[in-house]
């Protein structure tokens, strides 16, 4: 295909942004970026705080079961909450439905700090993930609509990668509780402090509510709404007209194939991590007591490592998607992302490997996300936009809360007679390659929607 490269007498893309521009690419980032913390901040405790609750004597293999049951509760809890907030910010008002949807988060993540057992541990994490799954199409409906044309992909792009700022604070923060850990200064239940701190985000909607505006063009299609009966943020016109029923449609299937990709497959590479770097530990005799603390330091690294790389991936995407168009780059990043989450889940055997096949992983893997944020806009009008990408991007949840099971369950199968530890963790590594083939989909769907770089939103 051949480039389409921006006129080089053109500024650079920012230039075109002015101090309003910048609020709110900012708070929207801050907002998904802190989403993003409280997302990573389970994936680290999930662990310790199942460890803990569970009954004294429960076994590994029944522990790692529950960590994939809660897991897909809060995915499921991030599904429904996408499909709940998305209409109501096209019906209300995209800012101050962000301000809820922070606000649910917060303070649900706070409490899973106080859980008693794992039943009302799986309660607070679902309501987490209501405020959660509200969020990314809330704040990508914003900034879209709040940003001019040529610089929306750029500015949705760099949005989206903020959030890796998001997880990697949340690796350093899984470093700090390890080394706390190994140094004996705390007296345990450090997973408890982790969600805790999970709960500043809170304070974000003090700024929201005074200072963020209601975009023009959606204060435009709601007044015009009101005066011709049409209502905003419905699915009945979402699936009544032909356009926007396909775009959501073939949307949702492309967004399945990352959000799977990543939340049934991806997130579990820190359990693999921790595998491996607990036989090394053990070989190198490191006593028993100081191994958790080790491994939460050694999942700490690997978020770190993996976010660095989705940093970059993002970018990258962001780039060959205002050059080369959305098709081109998204068929490259699902093969890409494939073929890194099967090298991750097959080859990955030693320590410094972290420092390697994981930033690869995270690159090819997180890219595709970016795109989803500078594509599923364009897909939709303002009436629906934040129905319609929340619908895409939320939808997927509701299949990758199965991931967790699916990979249990094949893994169970693939571990049928294994009675050593070595042969079980090669069973979860040839689960994992299996299940990450469900990111060849994604190349389905996008041959079947339209290439929108250049063309401006849909109106």
Request: net charge positive; aromatic share 12%.
């Amino acid at each position: 295909m051949t480039p389409s490269p921006e006129p080089s007498t053109a500024a650079p893309w920012w230039r075109e942004l002015n101090r309003e521009h910048w609020f709110v690419l900012s708070v929207a980032s801050l907002a998904w970026g802190l989403d993003c913390f409280d997302q990573q901040i389970f994936n680290l405790a999930r662990n310790p705080a199942i460890a803990e609750l569970m009954p004294a004597g429960t076994s590994s293999d029944t522990l790692k079961a529950w960590g994939g049951y809660t897991t897909s509760i809060f995915v499921a809890g991030w599904a429904t909450g996408g499909l709940i907030f998305g209409p109501i910010g096209d019906r209300i008002g995209r800012a101050k439905t962000l301000m809820y949807t922070v606000l649910m988060y917060s303070v649900f993540t706070g409490l899973s700090a106080f859980s008693r057992n794992v039943v009302d541990f799986a309660v607070y994490r679902f309501i987490t993930g209501l405020g959660v799954g509200g969020v990314f199409g809330l704040a990508v409906a914003l900034v879209a609509d709040s940003i001019p044309d040529r610089p929306r992909p750029h500015a949705l792009g760099l949005f989206q990668a903020m959030s890796a700022i998001g997880n990697i604070g949340a690796g350093l923060l899984a470093i700090l509780v390890g080394w706390l850990q190994v140094s004996k200064l705390t007296p345990g239940s450090e997973w408890r402090w982790m969600f805790i701190v999970g709960a500043l985000p809170a304070l974000l909607c003090v700024l929201i509510q005074t200072r963020l505006k209601e975009p023009a063009k959606w204060i435009k299609a709601r007044d015009e709404g009101r005066a011709s009966g049409v209502q905003l943020g419905s699915y009945v016109n979402l699936f009544g007209t032909a356009p926007w029923r396909k775009h959501a449609l073939l949307g949702m299937f492309l967004c399945v194939a990352g959000v799977v990709g990543l939340w049934g497959v991806g997130v579990f590479s820190p359990e693999l991590v921790g595998d491996v770097t607990t036989r090394q530990m053990r070989a190198d005799n490191v006593p028993a007591d100081q191994i958790p603390g080790q491994r939460m330091i050694w999942t700490g690294i690997t978020m770190v490592m993996q976010q660095i790389g989705c940093f970059l991936g993002m970018m990258t995407f962001t780039k060959f998607a205002a050059r080369f168009g959305r098709r081109p780059s998204f068929i490259v990043a699902f093969i890409c992302a494939f073929l890194s989450t099967v090298l991750v889940f097959k080859f990955l055997n030693e320590t410094w490997h972290i420092f390697v096949f994981i930033p690869l992983m995270g690159f090819c893997q997180l890219a595709l996300f970016a795109g989803f944020a500078i594509y599923l806009p364009e897909l939709f009008p303002t009436r629906l936009r934040s129905t319609g990408v929340s619908f895409c991007y939320n939808v997927g949840r509701f299949v990758a809360a199965s991931g967790p099971f699916t990979l249990g369950i094949l893994q169970s199968r693939l571990a049928a007679g294994a009675t050593t530890a070595e042969a079980r963790l090669e069973a979860f590594r040839n689960a994992g390659a299996w299940v990450s083939s469900i990111l060849l989909v994604g190349i389905i769907a996008i041959l079947l929607l339209p290439e929108t770089e250049g063309r401006p939103l849909p109106e």
